[in-house]
């Protein structure tokens, strides 16, 4: 069955500054689809409409289907930034992992995709505790991350026996508690950010890093993506002030988030604090 108009306009009134779809709103939405895969299908188009892709125009988006627990299906979508460093990129799966710790989802269920997860995604979703690893669908095709990253490195080569999602996050609102439930088990720079946007809202991103690094996001990207993720008419544009709070002495959130600051375009001023 094909949705009708209706999809859209009932899913642009359930996504209201809301990144995500209750499992009431889950439930009436896919009812107006013959399989489930065809209503994933329907989903990951509209999803990738928050897609910003001014480099590639290649928009990704991830669905994160809470596992348990309320039953959420939370949304993902890339994220580039003009002029900047390519590896300053928000990938659509790590968009979706963020937005569902953020909302204090205890496991992800399902990862549903519109593309192949690339090497980096793969590495990121790895970093997530065993027990907990989502099943990856990509067209209705479904494998493990054992099955996507073979002989893994993750987060027991570095000794860490406590990997993401060995703790879920108490929403809370709070720049300080975010700090505090931030993912930093490599650096010990725990660290998050504030943005306050001028039609009054504030969005949160937590740090989450990686046992290989590199496919760690930082708390300004992650705040901005859910900016994004809150706006789907307005993306990026509003955002009046950004703080960064991060643990004194460590690896420091500073330089890259002026770069990424600078690449929004205006005279956002960034306010780095330290605990
Ligand atoms: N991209 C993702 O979001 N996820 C993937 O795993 C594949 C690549 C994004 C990154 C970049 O914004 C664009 O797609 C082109 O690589
Ligand atoms: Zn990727």
Redesign the pocket.
């Known amino acids: 069955m094909q949705a009708n108009n209706n999809f859209e306009t009932v899913l642009s009134d359930y996504t209201n500054n809301k990144s995500y779809l209750t499992h009431q709103e889950l439930i009436s939405l896919k009812s107006q689809f013959d399989s489930e895969q065809s209503f994933y299908d329907a989903l990951l188009k509209w999803v990738s409409e928050y ?1 910003i ?1 001014p ?2 125009q ?3 988006a ?1 669905l994160a289907i809470e596992s348990g627990g309320e039953g959420r299906l939370f949304f993902g ?4 930034f003009s002029h900047q460093a ?1 590896s300053l ?7 979706a992992i963020h937005n569902a710790l953020l909302h204090g989802v205890e496991a992800i269920e399902k990862l549903v ?1 519109n ?4 090497g ?2 793969r590495q990121f979703i790895n970093e997530i505790q065993l027990e907990k690893q989502p099943l990856i669908n990509v067209h209705g095709v479904e494998k493990t991350i054992q099955q996507y990253l073979p002989d893994a490195f993750g987060p027991s080569d570095l000794d860490n026996h406590t990997p993401l999602f060995s703790q879920s996050l108490t929403q809370c609102r709070d720049l300080n508690a975010y700090v505090e439930q931030s993912y930093a088990p490599y650096s010990g720079n725990f660290s998050a950010c504030q943005i306050k946007h001028v039609d009054g809202h504030q969005y949160f991103g937590v740090y989450l890093e990686n046992a290989a690094y590199s496919p760690s996001l930082s708390p300004l990207q992650a705040a901005l993506n859910q900016v994004q993720l809150h706006n789907r008419q307005t993306g990026l544009h509003g955002i009046s002030e950004i703080v960064i709070k991060q643990t004194a002495g460590k690896a420091n959130q500073q330089g890259v988030a002026n770069a990424v600051a600078m690449s929004l375009g205006s005279n956002i001023e960034v306010t780095i604090e330290e605990v």
């Open positions: 897609a892709a480099v590639s290649f928009k990704v991830a979508a890339n994220l580039e390519l990129v928000v990938h659509a799966e790590q968009s995709i593309a192949s997860p690339c980096y995604c």
